[in-house]
Every structure is written in structure tokens, then in C-alpha cells.
């Protein structure tokens, strides 16, 4: 890093009230060591023009709209306030300040252009996508001396229902304004949009943000377990296959898929199997602001020979966070003790993510395998030996299931995958020694399509507690609803209704 930089990271840590400099100097240190790295000029932003711009997307529409709606009541300040999508891309810009928008037309800070780290170096949206935390740079902490004039605020936006970055809200100004201000705006306007997308969203409950938290894998445990369950189909067994022998010959291997698809027990069944010795840690990836905590809690456990490490969802992982785990990592493998042998005992590694280009760098440069993992809907003859399975698992003894709830379980398209089948079959074995029809959530049993209105649903839902009790008939239930036999086969049809029957 060029001297004058240091000098700059210096004069922020002497600047920086207490308990600033563990957060914002560390991770500003980190934006500009990468932002070296990615070969960005230190004197001009020269962002990449992406082009076309897509404008459909649910997030899109209501950042649009919250823009919009913020843009008329500050339409006098001098503030520009941008949407921009998950890799940097500016989608769109307000401001009523005309001079503001011909000084940042000047560096490229308009629609179409790319902002993120790696095109312009340490700036506000930049950093807040790749530490996924909202984030403020002052004039003088931006990589490049072209951007100095400015003070940036950006709160990134995540899926409410996927928990999915979808892009952030920047708000940028003259370098003198009041910076506290700036970002209390930005998280106002990030906050708004993701509820207007819940909102959107058919009013689905919430994705809660990841806990993280640390365990040892004992034998016997499932998630993510040592082959307790091996009735499984080919298509799991062959991803397994290949992350053992990855494994057994040294390589850092990734399992990615989608979340809940059993990426963590994949690699928990196949280094039971590589290296049947090795204690196990699973370590998941927390909020960015627990990540230091969390890195603390398990780092020291590096230092102990013959250890299996599985990170899951290192995507999760801000950019800063990633760069620690890879440096103290490395710090412990070299701390290691040589075996008898002479041979150094590493530690073997292995990630969980949703797909390799989401893997932050340098933990990225890391992977040797990728071994990709099905979702659940690709894997239909998984569905019911993994039920019968969370169904024992709730009830520690064997727990039935009806040919009938059988052919819903097989028939759905478990969009949560594994994590939303075990929800459903631990709920169902609470209830019942027989698990059947009733017992399962009404939208089990709905045709995918169109989104239901409330009162649809709840239309939905009440036919299908009628229909699901054992003996009755589409006659005896219409008349219960007050319904007539034919208005009731209308709904039924309407609403997508299947009544899987025994056999």
C-alpha cells in the first residue's frame, strides 16, 4: 500500500472516537488493500458502463418508488440520492442540484456505470456491498483522489423473504455536509424499500438475519451428520462421492445450492468418511456485525491438529470478514506441529455457499472442488425417506405416514428445500402418531400458480380443513361451508385444491 495511503488510515485511527477504529479503520484499511489489489488508479474512478439497465425487478420497483417519494421533499438539498443493484451498478439517480449532477456526471456516477470495489475502489455503495452493512466514507477515506470531493452514505438491501442482496441505497453530497445525517437517510430509504417488498410479497413472514453460532459434529447427528440416513438417491450420493474424494486428497472443496439443500451435512457425511479421525467444527456464518465475535470464538480451535473446518455460507461473510478468516487462518496452519512423520498436520477446509462467484476473495482463491448440491425439488426420491427421518428424529421412535400425505410430500416443490420438509414433518410428529392429510399445512396442497389473495387463502385453507378430516365427502363439506356441491368443485378448481385420497 502506497505510503500516503498509511498516512491516511493513520490520521483516521487518531480521528476516530472510541471504539470507531476497530470498525470503520479496519475495514476501511481492508476496502483500500483490495482496492490496490484490483489494480484501481488512486488519482481517477474509472467505473465499467454496464449498459443497459434492468428496471423490472421487484426491488427495483420499490427502491423507484422510495426514491421517488424521498427526491420530493429534499428536491432543494444538495444531495443525490441513487438505487444501485447487488455488483454496484447505479440503476437510477434524483437530485435537484444541478451542479452536484455535473460534478458527479464528471467522475461517472450516473446510471449505467459500475461503482462496486473493484471498478472504483473504496466508495460508500462499494463498501457497503461487500461488508453488507451500511456505511459511510468521508471525502478523504475514498481510494481515489477524484471522489474525495464527495461524502457517500449506503445502506445495503436484502430480500425480505430470501435474505438475497438485492442492491443498496446511496445518497452522496459535497464533501462538508453532515455525515451522520447522510446515513441516518440511506437507512430510512434501505428500510422502506425492503418493506415495500414484504409488503409486495403477499405479506410472507420475514427471512430473520443469519445467528451464526459454532458446534462440534458428533457421530450420529444428521446436520450436518455422519451418514445416519443413507437411503438417499444417486444424485445426492454422487455429489457425496465426489466432495469424499476431493476431501481425501487435500483440497478445500465448496458445496453450493441453494440454502437448505443439506450443503453442511453433505460435507459432514463426506469428511466422516475422508478423514474418520478429524473432529469436526461447523461454523455459520453470522450478521457482519457479529463476525468478529464470532471469529473469536472458534479461531483459537485452528491451532489444534487434525481438525475439519466447515464454513457455511462464507457469501454471507463481508468482505473484511472473509479477509480476516483467511489471514488468521493461515497464521494457524502455520502454527501447526509437524506429525511424526516430519509432514505438517493441516487443517482440512471445506465452505458452504449459494454459488462460487459468490464466495468473497481471498477465501474464493481457496477452492479446489466445487461440488454442486441439488435443491430438493430436483431430488423428488430424497422427499420421503428425509420425512420419515425428521419424523423418528422429533419422536426418537418410528412415527407413520399415509399414502396419502406421502403422495403431497412428493408432489410439492419445497421451495425452502430441506430446512421447510423437517419444519413441516416436526410439526405433523408433534401432533399425531400417524402423520396424514390434515396434518400438513394447506398450501401443501395447493397447484402452484398465481399468488392468492388473503381471502383467497383463507377460502383455501378452510375447504382443505373440511376435505382433509377422514370419511368426508366433497358433499358433506360443501354443505358445512354453506356452499352448494357444484360451487364447491368451482373453488376447489379455482383455488388449486388437490385431495390426494388413500389408495
Known sequence: MAPNQDERLAKLAREARPGQIVTAAKRLLASWQRSEEYGVSAEAAEPAWAGTIENDSLFYQCGQEVLTGLHSTLINEPLSLMLTDADGLVLNRFSGDTSLLRALDKVYLAPGFAFSEREAGTNGL?????????TLVRAEEHYSASLRTYTCAAVPVVHPLTGQ??????????????????????????????????????????KPAPRGGVFRVQRGRFEPGSGTLRAMSSVWTDALDQATRALAAGRVVAAVGEPGTGRATLLGQALRQAHP?????????????????????????????????????????????????HSQASKSLQSLPPSPDGIPQGITWAVTADDLSAIPQPLAAMIDTVVPVPALRE???????????????????????????????????WPGNIDELFQIIHDAALRTETIDVQHLPPALLGRSGPHLSRIESVERDEIIRCLSRPGITVGKAAGELGLSRATIYRRIARLGITMPREN
Open 126 to 134: 462499494g463498501l457497503a456491498l461487500a461488508d453488507r452493512t451500511a
Open 165 to 206: 442482496l438485492e442492491g443498496s441505497v446511496n445518497i452522496t453530497t459535497w464533501s462538508k455536509a453532515s455525515p451522520e445525517l447522510l446515513l441516518a437517510l440511506a437507512q430510512s430509504a434501505a428500510n422502506n424499500t425492503s418493506t415495500l417488498m414484504l409488503a409486495r410479497s403477499q405479506g410472507h413472514t420475514t
Open 277 to 325: 479421525r478429524s473432529r469436526i467444527l461447523c461454523a455459520a456464518a453470522p450478521a457482519p456485525e457479529d463476525v468478529e465475535a464470532w471469529l473469536s470464538l472458534w479461531m483459537p480451535e485452528l491451532a489444534k491438529p487434525n481438525t475439519a473446518v466447515i464454513v457455511e455460507n462464507v457469501n454471507a461473510l463481508p468482505a473484511w470478514g472473509a479477509q480476516l478468516l
Open 379 to 413: 431430488r423428488a426420491d430424497d422427499v420421503l425417506p428425509l420425512a420419515r427421518y425428521a419424523a423418528r428424529q422429533r419422536r426418537l421412535r418410528e412415527v407413520d405416514i399415509t399414502s396419502a400425505a406421502e403422495r403431497v410430500l412428493a408432489g410439492y416443490d
